[in-house]
C-alpha cells in the first residue's frame, strides 16, 4: 500500500524547458514533504522540502507546490539542465520527527 | 566533512550464505535508517535507530534480516541466511532529528546468486 506515489515512472524534458515531476499522497496526516535526487551508483540526496503551512518553496531553479485539498505535490525545475538527469524521489513524513516514506521515484532524462 | 560510509560497496554471494553490511553514520547523527531499493517497491525503510536503540523495525521484511547499532558510529544489517530474492541496493542514511533532511551512504549492491 504505497502512501507516497509517483505515477510517472520517467520522464523526458529538452533542455532549458520545465520539467514538472508529480507526487500524489493518501496519508492526509502527512505535513511535511521532502525531494530527494539520485544519481546512479550514489544515495539520495535532499534538494528541497516543504512543511504544509505552505503551498510553494522556491531554491533557485526548483519549486515545490504543494496542493494540500488534491494531496499532491510538484517539482517543477526551470531551466532544466543536462545535470538534473537522474531520479528524483518524493518523500513525507507526519512532523518532522517521525520516519520519512519515499515514492518510487521518477526518471527524469534532460535531452540536448 | 565525511558522509555516511557503507561497506561493502558490491557483495555478491551463494543462497544460503551470511551476509552482514556495514554503516558508519555523520558524527553527531542521532539517527541511523536503513532502507533497502528495488525496483518493485522503490525505497523502503526497513529499520531505523535513535541514540543507538531501534525505534521502528516495521519494515524489516522477516526473521532472517537483524540489524544493530552497538555505538554512535557503526551499524550493522545482517541477513542469515540469505536468498536470490534479497538481491537489491541497501541503504543507510543518517540525520538529526528525523524529519530533517537525512543524508544517504552510497549504498550496497547486494547479489544473491
Known amino acids: 500500500d504505497q502512501q507516497v506515489k509517483q505515477n510517472s515512472p520517467s520522464l523526458s524534458v529538452q533542455e532549458g524547458r520545465i520539467s514538472i515531476l508529480n507526487c500524489d499522497y493518501t496519508?492526509?496526516?502527512?505535513?511535511?514533504f521532502l525531494w530527494y535526487k539520485k544519481y546512479p551508483a550514489e544515495g539520495p540526496t535532499f534538494l528541497i522540502s516543504?512543511?504544509?503551512?505552505?503551498d510553494k518553496n522556491e531554491d533557485g531553479r526548483f519549486t515545490v507546490f504543494l496542493n494540500k485539498s488534491a494531496k499532491h505535490l510538484s517539482l517543477h525545475i526551470v531551466p532544466s539542465q543536462p545535470g538534473d538527469s537522474a531520479v528524483y524521489f518524493c518523500?513525507?513524513?507526519?512532523?518532522?520527527?517521525?520516519?520519512?516514506?519515499f515514492g518510487k521515484g521518477t526518471r527524469l532524462h534532460i535531452l540536448p | 566533512d565525511a558522509g555516511v560510509i557503507q561497506s561493502p560497496r558490491h557483495e555478491v554471494t551463494e543462497m544460503g550464505q551470511e551476509v552482514t553490511l556495514r554503516c558508519k553514520p555523520i558524527?553527531?547523527?542521532?539517527?541511523l535508517f536503513w532502507y533497502r531499493q528495488t525496483m518493485m517497491r522503490g525505497l523502503e525503510l526497513l529499520i531505523y535507530?535513535?541514540?543507538?536503540?531501534?525505534?521502528?523495525d516495521s519494515g524489516m521484511p522477516e526473521d532472517r534480516f537483524s540489524a544493530k547499532m552497538p555505538n554512535a558510529s557503526f551499524s550493522t544489517l545482517k541477513i542469515q541466511p540469505s536468498e536470490p530474492r534479497d538481491s537489491a541496493v541497501y541503504f543507510c542514511?543518517?540525520?538529526?532529528?528525523?524529519?530533517?533532511?537525512?543524508?544517504f551512504g552510497d549504498g550496497t549492491r547486494l547479489s544473491i546468486l
Open positions: 535507530f535513535n541514540n543507538n536503540v531501534p525505534i521502528d
Open positions: 542514511a543518517s540525520s538529526l532529528p528525523p524529519g530533517q533532511p537525512q543524508h
Open positions: 516543504i512543511s504544509s503551512i505552505k
Open positions: 518523500a513525507a513524513s507526519v512532523g518532522r520527527d517521525d520516519k520519512i516514506i
Open positions: 558524527s553527531g547523527h542521532d539517527y
Open positions: 496519508n492526509s496526516m502527512f505535513d511535511y
